[in-house]
Every structure is written in structure tokens, then in C-alpha cells.
């Protein structure tokens, strides 16, 4: 029990590997990779029990129960398919075709869509759950290994084993946004689920190291900056402003009351950036390695935010400060 951090209950399954849950804890489904026994084993986690058994003549590997409880998805090593079982009937209903050696496909928290991983080509495969068909592909790092999706349901985690890193994916566009360099061969990923009716913004992933880098982040009321640097832009009519991965350099812009400052900014990275401020209308996507030109006006007093909108949660934010204006808390 996550409350009290204790074990209350065990129920034997032999050489276990993952499991799923149901949204109200009451159901248990473990993937049992036992030789000669392997099986999908339906477990009762009020009377602790197992309750069903679905044998397998493959070996399982990642599941996943639906948020409404009705079928699991799950992987068979050597099988090019994600499998989908019925958990009215304790069957496998159909399967959904995919890329060579596909490992767990978790669902959207809204259940419309499904996430598989697929180890072979290094893809992200997006089912669609209504009609159990591939929908798209989208390609991510090596030997994916697990994904997750954000509580908004519109970005994906996923980690890649064999090329050290995590693809935020755009669920969206069906881009990848952003790769997060990690420390060794990562596997799994948590993320944790935003709190409150304003789920907003997406949670970030733990598994995601220092995202800002280099640069020192801080944190102004509740909004993280990849600090670098502020810059007296009060005698100037343009800056030249530079935007990787993940922040602007210079971070802070400090101009008089109602200084207009045409802003030339420059995309360092392969990632798609964006300048945002959504005080004075601007929403600026930077391709990779472009530039963009916006023209800004500083407020008559105190400070304007600025951001990536695809990467502000991970620090890439700024401000336009006016006169002797801190940075600021306020947003
Ligand atoms: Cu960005």
C-alpha cells in the first residue's frame, strides 16, 4: 500500500514479469514467463487470489490493461503484433500488426490510443484502440524499450535502450519534439500524472537528467528557466537571440517602457522550437536550424513571459523585463 508502505497482500505467480492494474486497484494481470507454463495470469486483489489463466505458447512481455478494463495489450516475443485480449471472455480477440519485435504498447490516459513500442525498426507505433489498426509510425531512438504518455494524452515518453536517450514525441503532429540524453541502456519510465482539474502542463519524465544542460536553471513561481543570461537591450532596435535545446540565450531582455525590438532568432538545434508571448499575440515556430523574425514591445511596466511552447516545461522559457523589472514570479 503506497500510503503506508507496506505489503498487504502476495499472490503467487511463477517467474513473473510486468503487470497491469486496473484504475481502481481491484484487478492484477501478470505476464508469467515461466518455461513450458507461459500464461497471462488474471489476478483477484481483494481476495488475493489468482482468478484466470490464459495460456500462451510464446513468451509474454509488456501488457497493459485498458482504463475502462475491457481488453489488455500485450507483446510475445517473436511476434510482430501487438495482441489484444478481451477480458470478458479471457481471449485474445485479434491482433494489430506491427514492425519486427514490438515490446509494450500502454495506452492514452483516455484509452483512444495505444503507444507500442517497437524494438526493431526503433519506432513508435500509434494504434488506434476503436478499429485495432496501426494508425502511424514515428520514428525514435534505438531498441525502444517503454513509453508513457503525458496526462493530457498529447506527448509520449519513450526510452531507447540502445541509443542512451528519451523521444518526447508530439502525439499530435506524430513528431518527435525533443531526445533527452540518459545515462545508460534506460528501460522503463514513470510519469507523473499532473494533479488538479487544470491538468496543465504535462508532466515531465523522471527519467529525464538535467534537460537544461549546462546552464543554471531557476525556478520563479513555479516556472523553471534555463538561465542564460540577461542582456540591456535598452539602446537597441534588434537582438540577435538564440534558441537550442532547451533554452534562449540570452534567457532575460531588459528594455524601456513600450520599446518596440525586433527579435532575429536563431534555431541552433534539430529540434523544432517555438518562441511564444502570448501577451502580445506571438506564437513562432523555429524550424530546425532556421530563423524566425518577431517584433516585440515591452509592457509599460514590469515583465512579459516568454517561451518555447513545446518545451517550456523543460526550462526553455524567458522574459521581457522593463526598466529596473526583476525577473518575476508572475506569468
Ligand atoms: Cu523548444
Known sequence: ????????????????????????????????????????????????????????????????????????????????????????????????????????????????????????????????????????TVAVGKAPHWSMSSSDGRTAYVTNEGSNDVSVVDLTSRTVMATIAVGNAPRKIAVQQASGAAATPPAQPRAAASPTGKSKSVTLGGVAYADHGTKDVRNRSKLELEADDYYFSPTFLRGRPGQKLTLRVENEASTLHNISIPALGIDTDIPPKGKVQVDVAFPASGTLAVSCKFHGSLGMNGQLLTGDAGPSGAR
Do not use: C
Not at 485474445?92 to 524494438?119: C, K, N
Open 1 to 136: 500500500m503506497t500510503a503506508t508502505d507496506r505489503v498487504i497482500g502476495e499472490v503467487p505467480v511463477a517467474q513473473p514479469h510486468n503487470g497491469t492494474l486496473s484504475r481502481d486497484g481491484r484487478t492484477g494481470w501478470v505476464a508469467s514467463q515461466q518455461q513450458g507454463a507461459t500464461a497471462l495470469v488474471r489476478l483477484d486483489l481483494t481476495m488475493w487470489k489468482e482468478v484466470a489463466r490464459v495460456p500462451l505458447d510464446k513468451t509474454p512481455r509488456g501488457l497493459e490493461l485498458s482504463p475502462d478494463g475491457r481488453r489488455v495489450l500485450f507483446t510475445l516475443a517473436g511476434v510482430n503484433a501487438i495482441q489484444v485480449l478481451d477480458t470478458a471472455t479471457n481471449r485474445i480477440a485479434t491482433q494489430i500488426p506491427v514492425g519486427a519485435s514490438p515490446h509494450y504498447a500502454p495506452f492514452t490516459p483516455d484509452g483512444r490510443w495505444a503507444l507500442a513500442v517497437v524494438q526493431g525498426p526503433g519506432e513508435l507505433a500509434i494504434l488506434d484502440t476503436a478499429s485495432n489498426t496501426l494508425a502511424g
